[in-house]
């Protein structure tokens, strides 16, 4: 029986269109271009030959449509380069999406992600909900270059995720109805329906739960989860009961970014398709010409007002009470620092008059990650890692970007998730 429906589907596939789904969003009214202008040139702008090449940059240049054609050219040649073996499952999905945003073959790099997919193992029941980012990446990658190939793959990823008991997230949600949404969009109407219904059933569960984070103000789980969580919102077949305002999440945005928000690429590479009515589901459909240079209408005034010159007092406190780790403590130090400057800075003063507030960083795509302090490093196999909190508030920035305020109390707790 199963054999006979993926008989039947595969005869079936080949004349499946890609079927026109109706999207709902909406665009930047003028007055606001200049801003989303900006924030792709600072994007682009962050793209040298001595940053780690970051794929989703590239996505969201070539869906937005480049003003840099060297940092598009520079992006390309790099990622071409990559080697697969370098590269996380979902740091290939990526790239495989990347190149073919730049009309590139990504290669051997889609058949060594498929094979890694083939083995993916769903973790246990009670896994984390991050632990279906990547692979919901991965089934968005593999569904846009052999969708019928995919299928087994994600019929198996769709029944784990309607079977795990982990607590939702946006982002996840998010790209895992942009990957559940290709698949559904690419089985034939009038085959098997089976599929269609468990990817449906699972879509609808997802969009229930994003849309039930929708605030008043539009923000969709946090303002950085928002961008992905528009794109999976405009796509996905199955509309949430409350209807969502479009307008609204973008006009906070827009506050957001006036605000300085959205200097991190990452974050901009992020909330840029959504800004430019695209989804990632767009990636294979984006025309390559040769382009011109152009230069966009900027805003007058980009980045916030500088810092001024009086210093402030962030008290910084170390927590390590996690059993099973050998050395805990719970240290507090009052460090002054100038006005406007970023956590990071605090840190390194912090280490400077004590020692113990040593700390380790590892660079990512959302810049650098604070990976060890006092010699206690995270562990992704433990599951441990260094979460920052202003009060008892977690932080939504990483040290590099976050600007503490006088007399914030920031903790690093090291924890599990
Ligand atoms: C999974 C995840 C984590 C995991 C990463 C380990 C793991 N399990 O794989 C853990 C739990 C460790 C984590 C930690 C944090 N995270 Co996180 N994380 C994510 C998530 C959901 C997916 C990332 C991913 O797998 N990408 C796919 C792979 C292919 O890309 P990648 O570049 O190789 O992924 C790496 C980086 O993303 C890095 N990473 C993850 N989070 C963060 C945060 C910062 C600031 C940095 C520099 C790097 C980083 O870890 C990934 C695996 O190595 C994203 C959601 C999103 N929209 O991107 C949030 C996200 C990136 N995280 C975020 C935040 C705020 C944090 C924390 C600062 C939270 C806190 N209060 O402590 C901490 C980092 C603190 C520190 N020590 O410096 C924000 C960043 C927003 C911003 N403007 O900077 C995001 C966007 C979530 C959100 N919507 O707000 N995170
Ligand atoms: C939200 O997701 C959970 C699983 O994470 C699911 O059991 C539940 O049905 C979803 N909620 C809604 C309202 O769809
Ligand atoms: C750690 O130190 C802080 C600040 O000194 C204190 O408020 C907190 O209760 C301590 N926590 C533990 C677990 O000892
Ligand atoms: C830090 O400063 C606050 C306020 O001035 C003070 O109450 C606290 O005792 C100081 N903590 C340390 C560890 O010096
Ligand atoms: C002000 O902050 C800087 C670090 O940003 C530090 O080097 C300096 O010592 C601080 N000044 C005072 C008076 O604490
Ligand atoms: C720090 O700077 C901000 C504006 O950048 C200002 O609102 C705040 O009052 C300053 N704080 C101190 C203690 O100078
Ligand atoms: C810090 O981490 C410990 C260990 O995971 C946890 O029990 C505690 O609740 C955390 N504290 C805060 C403020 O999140």
């Not at 992600?113 to 991050?130: C, E, F, H, R, V």
């Not at 769709?158 to 946006?170: D, G, Y």
């Not at 199955?238 to 506050?255: H, L, S, V």
Request: hydrophobic letters at 40%.
């Amino acid at each position: 029986m199963a054999w006979f429906a993926l008989h039947l589907l595969n005869l079936l596939w080949a004349l499946a269109g890609t079927s026109t789904q109706t999207q709902s969003s909406c665009s930047v009214p003028a007055s606001e271009q200049s801003l989303v202008n900006g924030i792709q040139v600072l994007m682009e702008d962050s793209v040298t030959s001595s940053a780690l090449p970051n794929p989703s940059i590239l996505i969201a240049m070539n869906l937005a449509g480049a003003y840099g054609l060297e940092a598009q050219k520079l992006l390309t040649y790099e990622l071409m380069a990559s080697d697969p073996a370098d590269l996380t499952t979902g740091q290939l999905a990526l790239t495989v999406m990347a190149l073919t945003s730049s009309c590139r073959d990504p290669g051997n790099k889609v058949s060594i992600l498929q094979s890694q997919m083939q083995k993916w193992a769903p973790s246990s029941p009670n896994a984390d909900a991050s632990a279906f980012y990547s692979p919901s990446l991965a089934i968005l990658a593999l569904c846009q270059k052999n969708s019928e190939a995919t299928l087994p793959i994600a019929v198996r990823f769709a029944k784990t995720l309607l079977a795990s008991s982990s607590p939702f997230s946006v982002d996840t949600g998010a790209v895992a109805t942009l990957a559940l949404t290709c698949m559904y969009n690419k089985i034939p109407v009038g085959s098997e329906e089976s599929y269609r219904d468990l990817f449906g059933q699972v879509l609808k569960n997802i969009v229930e739960n994003i849309s039930a984070r929708i605030k008043d103000n539009g923000i969709i789980g946090d303002i950085y989860s928002t961008g992905l969580a528009m794109q999976a919102l405009s796509v996905t077949p199955e509309k949430p009961r409350k209807e969502w305002n479009c307008e609204m999440t973008m006009n906070t945005i827009f506050d957001e970014i006036k605000q300085g928000k959205f200097q991190n690429p990452m974050s901009i590479a992020q909330i840029l398709p959504s800004l430019r009515g695209k989804t990632y589901l767009d990636v294979p459909h984006v025309t390559c010409s040769p382009g011109v240079e152009t230069q966009p209408t900027l805003p007058s005034q980009l980045t916030p007002a500088p810092t001024s010159a009086s210093n402030i007092t962030v008290t910084y406190t170390i927590n390590n009470q996690l059993r099973g780790v050998d050395l805990l403590f719970n240290v507090t130090i009052n460090v002054s620092v100038k006005n406007g400057s970023v956590l990071l800075v605090v840190l390194e003063e912090a280490e400077r008059k004590n020692p113990m507030f040593k700390f380790e960083t590892t660079m990512t795509s959302w810049g650098p990650i604070v990976s060890s302090i006092n010699n206690i490093a995270e562990n992704a196999n433990h599951k441990t890692y260094w979460e920052f909190l202003s009060g008892s508030t977690p932080l939504n920035q990483g040290v590099a970007y976050y600007v503490p305020f006088n007399k914030e109390h920031i903790t690093a707790n090291f924890t599990q998730y």
